[in-house]
C-alpha cells in the first residue's frame, strides 16, 4: 500500500507563494515520475508540473517561470514553490506519482487526496 500526504496549501493574496509539499509513505520499491496536477471550479484536472527521477522537468505553459517542482528521492518527498500566484491558479492540487511496490511490480499510479489554494481577486 502506497500512501500520498500533502501540505502546505492555503489561502494567499495575487503576487503572494506558497510551497506545495508531497510526502510518499508506505510499501514503495522504486519511484519513477512525480507530479503535480489540479482542478480549478467548474474545470478538468489538468498536468501542472512533473519531475523524472534523474531530475527533468516539464512544466504547463500557464505555470513555466513561476512554479518549480523538485524532489527528494532519500524523503520520497516532491515539491512545488509556487510564485506570484494569481487567481487563475485556485485549485485543489493533486500529488502524483508513478511507483513499484516491488522489484517486479508493475509501474502503478497514486494519487493524493488534494490540498486546496485559493487566490482571490
Known amino acids: 500500500q502506497v500512501h500520498l500526504e500533502e501540505s502546505g496549501g492555503g489561502l494567499v493574496q495575487a503576487g503572494g507563494s506558497l510551497r506545495l509539499s508531497c510526502a510518499v509513505s508506505?510499501?514503495?520499491?522504486?519511484?519513477?515520475?512525480m507530479g503535480w496536477y489540479r482542478q480549478g471550479p467548474g474545470k478538468q484536472r489538468e498536468l501542472v508540473a512533473t519531475?523524472?527521477?534523474?531530475?527533468?522537468?516539464m512544466y504547463a505553459d500557464s505555470v513555466k517561470g513561476r512554479f518549480t517542482i523538485s524532489r527528494d528521492n532519500a524523503k520520497l518527498t516532491v515539491f512545488l514553490q509556487m510564485d506570484n500566484l494569481t487567481p487563475e491558479d485556485t485549485a485543489v492540487y493533486y500529488c502524483?506519482?508513478?511507483?513499484?511496490?516491488?522489484?517486479?511490480?508493475?509501474?502503478?499510479?497514486?494519487w493524493g487526496q488534494g490540498t486546496q489554494v485559493s487566490v482571490p481577486s
Open positions: 519531475i523524472t527521477r534523474d531530475g527533468s522537468t
Open positions: 508506505g510499501t514503495v520499491f522504486r519511484l519513477n515520475v
Open positions: 502524483n506519482v508513478d511507483a513499484r511496490t516491488r522489484w517486479s511490480g508493475p509501474w502503478i499510479d497514486y
